[in-house]
């Protein structure tokens, strides 16, 4: 996962990509969110860590996240995913 620009704008996103060796990436595109943008994260998101869900319920994988909102204000966020990529 990293943090990329969207051209044009002071928006960001996450996107994937992945590597067998840690040399040569492939970018697989940015994340997608099964839910509109919240007002806390409508300018995207700057950093994000990922995590196996600790939890026994709910799914797979756990994102807490720092949102970028409609005035670039900064607030902690969560969203869990199975897969990794839909959000």
Known sequence: YYTATIWGSY????EVAVSRDGRSWT???PISWTD???????????TR???PNPLRQGKKWLMLYTAIGKN???TICAAHSDDGTSW
């Not at 928006?11 to 996450?14: G, H, I, N, S, V």
């Open 49 to 51: 860590h990922v995590l």
């Open 36 to 46: 509109e943008h919240i007002d806390s994260d409508v300018n995207g998101i700057m």
């Open 11 to 14: 928006k960001f996103e996450t």
């Open 27 to 29: 970018v697989e595109g």
């Open 72 to 74: 670039t204000e900064r």
